[in-house]
T-cell receptor, first 109, second 112 residues
Framework: GQSLEQPSEVTAVEGAIVQINCTYQ??????LSWYQQHDGGAPTFLSYNALDGLEETGRFSSFLSRSDSYGYLLLQELQMKDSASYFC??????????FGKGTTLSVSS | DGGITQSPKYLFRKEGQNVTLSCEQN?????MYWYRQDPGQGLRLIYYSQIVNDFQKGDIAEGYSVSREKKESFPLTVTSAQKNPTAFYLCASSILGEDTQYFGPGTRLTVL
């Protein structure tokens, strides 16, 4: 089976940088995705890594190391609106995404 | 506008009743999914479908049923056999084989 581990909570202040880690165990690997979910809302796609290295999308970046079964989401220049839950997800071939339990990010002023 | 709709947003049912949650998409996606989310928890996969008239069980399929008679629609029935049905239910769709999933706004089901 698959499993993903990520911290349950992270706190930071506006303007700071925060890193949310994710370790995974899968029998086959087809990439690591990140989703953002505001309280009561729908998850929205942020980033995807199929290969090792860093993917940058504006203030958000995602990193993957397949040899370490590890990835992280990096959020820079934090804003209050970044307060949300962040989920890492992966899947095996021909199936659906399996999600971690999520990391709640609280940004304060 | 393309997207996924779920209705209703809030649903209340008495214990022992079956209830069907609607999910419709006009993104022309082949694959559709149902997830359940409990407070402070991640999304757990209930069922998914990659093609019309075919679907597979996810990790927590017991007490749920689905159908996929049309590409655009993937309704979920929460049966009386589901022991703890109160939860937030999310439907999603994707292009077959791609990882990016697009989610609907969710239905919050409360069983009294």
């Amino acid at each position: 089976g698959q499993s993903l581990e990520q911290p349950s909570e992270v706190t930071a202040v506006e303007g700071a940088i925060v890193q949310i880690n994710c370790t995974y165990q899968t029998s086959g690997f087809y990439g690591l995705s990140w989703y953002q979910q505001h309280d009561g809302g729908a998850p929205t796609f942020l980033s995807y890594n199929a290969l090792d290295g860093l993917e940058e999308t504006g203030r958000f970046s995602s990193f993957l190391s397949r040899s370490d079964s590890y990835g992280y989401l990096l959020l820079q220049e934090l804003q209050m609106k970044d307060s949300a839950s962040y989920f890492c997800a992966t899947k095996e071939a021909g199936t659906a995404l399996i999600f971690g339990k999520g990391t709640t990010l609280s940004v304060s002023s | 506008d393309g997207g996924i709709t779920q209705s209703p947003k809030y649903l209340f049912r008495k214990e022992g009743q079956n209830v069907t949650l609607s999910c419709e998409q006009n993104l022309n996606h082949d694959a559709m999914y149902w997830y359940r989310q409990d407070p402070g928890q991640g999304l757990r996969l209930i069922y998914y479908s990659q093609i019309v008239n075919d679907f597979q069980k996810g990790d927590i399929a017991e007490g749920y049923s689905v159908s996929r008679e049309k590409k655009e629609s993937f309704p979920l029935t929460v049966t009386s056999a589901q022991k703890n049905p109160t939860a937030f239910y999310l439907c999603a769709s994707s292009i077959l084989g791609e990882d990016t999933q697009y989610f609907g706004p969710g239905t919050r089901l409360t069983v009294l």
